[in-house]
């Protein structure tokens, strides 16, 4: 017998699983989770930093943080299981007026969508959030007291499983491997059936309707798919002849030994000179920069010669942080799934019908899932959304020329 279902979902990432319990929790229960690995978060979610902020600096990130800092704050709550969200800060720290001006425009914009409590700091405020911070060349910086960390494996499993409690499928260790896709067929104006001559001709918009996904278990007849492949959604776009501009980037973490040289609390810091940016993980501090000579590609080795790039960054701007010791083979890196203007797609494909796009989040796919996940459920069971005007992040804002530029990407 065909298995069916109203909704695959390829992928059980954060992504997956967010999409997964915005369906299940508005009666759409009758959905399948297609996962190729044989655990979830094998994919980015388990490589994250697991960083929340509303310090973004368009509309439209600030609207999809809003909903999900507040999702976060009431997860364990609603969802059922903890997402151990922490709001322990995000500090910016500017080094030159650019850099501060920069803030200032953010700040206000942040307010004006009604993320009200973004502070400016002084010099002496920042050296008070971390007093082993160098400080001579800060010029100011903001601070948001609600960002802060949550912990990505589990707010994935609290999804995932108060999904499968409602009766969700999750199908671990299969691929999908195909996306059935029947042309969709339109009668030219004029022909007529007696005229012996087909005047059947395929249209272009939409191209097709989907009907189905090979996967290593055999065929699954679905109307609806969501691809939730993170980093391989273009490949999987691709399966049904659809073009996605998501490229994957690799990014590396270099968490210290056990460091007592930092307060036990304190708030991510970002360094807007070099980007390095560090927050305490446990015992220890886990440092991140984002090395500009990374080029795209599907690259999940670790780099040892990264340490030392990372150490003189932490070094410059906490003194201390030279005495840290670091073991490489505790560092790990993952993908980004960046697209060309740092903004999630989601939304219809533009000639497929019944594909839907939740890709492509450029290093913020944490922090949102729970706004991407609420946007794509509603977009398919109602066909809007009122947490964001969602026809911003559709893919045909390429085609289309309106690109959202993202320029607080860390
Ligand atoms: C080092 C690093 C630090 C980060 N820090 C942060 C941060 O601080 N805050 C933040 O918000 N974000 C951060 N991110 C980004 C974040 O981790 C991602 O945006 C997010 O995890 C994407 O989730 P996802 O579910 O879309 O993708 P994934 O977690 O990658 O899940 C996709 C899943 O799809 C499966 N899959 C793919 N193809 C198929 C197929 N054909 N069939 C079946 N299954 C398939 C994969 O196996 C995978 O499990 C970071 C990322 C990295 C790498």
């Known amino acids: ?46 490589k994250s930093m697991g960083g929340v902020r509303a310090q973004f600096s368009t ?13 976060f704050s009431r997860f364990d709550e609603v969802v059922g299981h903890p997402a151990d969200y922490r709001p322990h800060g995000y500090l910016f720290c500017a080094t030159n007026e650019r850099h501060l001006e920069y803030l200032k425009a953010n700040q206000e914009r942040q307010t004006s969508m009604g993320v009200k409590n973004v502070e400016l700091v002084s010099r002496e405020e920042i050296a008070k959030f971390v007093p082993q911070l160098r400080v001579d060349d800060i010029v100011g910086g903001t601070f948001c007291p609600t960002d802060g960390f949550v912990d990505p494996h589990s707010v994935m499993m609290g999804f995932m499983l108060n999904a499968r409690a409602r009766g969700v499928r999750l199908w671990l260790d299969t691929a999908v491997t195909g996306i059935d896709v029947e042309p969709t067929l339109t009668r030219t104006a004029g022909a007529s059936p007696a005229s012996g001559v087909s005047d059947i001709q395929p249209s272009h918009h939409p191209t097709g309707r989907l009907t189905g996904v090979m996967t290593t278990r055999g065929f699954v007849s679905t109307p609806i798919v969501v691809n939730a492949a993170g980093p391989w959604a ?3 776009a691709l399966m049904a002849g659809a073009e996605l501009p998501v490229e994957p980037l690799r990014r590396q973490l270099v968490p210290t030994e056990p460091f007592d040289g930092l307060p036990q609390r304190f ?17 220890g501090i886990l440092l991140a920069w984002n090395d500009p ?21 932490a070094a410059y701007r906490v003194p201390a942080l030279a005495e840290a010791e670091v073991n490489p083979r505790r560092a790990w890196a993952g993908l980004y799934e960046m697209t060309p203007d740092h903004h999630a797609i989601i939304g219809r494909a533009p000639n497929i019908e019944g594909l839907y796009f939740a890709n492509g989040f450029s290093g913020h796919g944490v922090m949102h899932s729970p706004a991407s996940g609420r946007i794509t459920a509603d977009l398919i069971l109602h066909g809007c959304s009122n947490v964001i005007d969602a026809s911003q992040l559709s893919v045909d804002r390429f085609a289309e020329g309106r690109l959202l530029d993202e320029t607080a990407v860390l």
């Not at 600030?62 to 999900?68: D, G, K, L």
């Not at 708030?267 to 015992?283: A, L, N, Q, Y």
């Open 1 to 46: 017998m065909t298995e069916t279902a109203d909704v695959v979902i390829i992928g059980s990432g954060i992504v997956g699983s967010s999409v997964a319990y915005h369906l299940a929790e508005q009666g759409c229960t009758n959905v399948l989770v297609i996962e190729r690995e044989a655990h979830q978060g094998k994919g980015s979610t388990g």
């Open 59 to 71: 509309a439209v990130n600030i609207q999809m943080s809003r909903y999900s800092i507040d999702f």
């Open 234 to 236: 273009a490949e999987v």
């Open 267 to 283: 708030p991510m810091v970002i360094d807007m000179s070099t980007g390095f940016h560090f927050r305490r993980e446990g015992k």
């Open 293 to 313: 000579e990374e080029t795209s590609g599907f690259k999940t080795d670790f780099d040892p010669s990264f340490v030392e790039k990372i150490l003189t960054h």
